[in-house]
């Protein structure tokens, strides 16, 4: 199952180094793709999207199901 997010805050790769470790520690992520460029995050695997977009609030960024 893919689970496709829009993510808000990101401005370098650093956020989306942050951003991408905070996913793939979230049960039940076999894979995370974030792309500063469309601000967007592709999760694959079966979390929970509110566990994923709890994972980025924690992180500093905010995050909505798109």
């Given at each position: 199952m893919?689970?496709?997010l829009q993510v808000t805050g990101m401005s370098c790769?650093?956020?989306v180094g942050a951003v991408t470790k905070a996913?793939?520690?979230v049960p039940g992520v076999?894979?995370?793709e974030v792309s500063l460029?469309?601000?967007q995050?592709?999760?694959t695997g079966s979390a929970d999207p509110e566990a994923l977009i709890a994972?980025?609030?924690e992180e500093g960024f905010a995050a909505e199901v798109i």
């Open positions: 893919k689970t496709k790769m650093h956020c996913l793939q520690q076999d894979q995370a460029e469309d601000k995050a592709v999760v994972a980025i609030k």
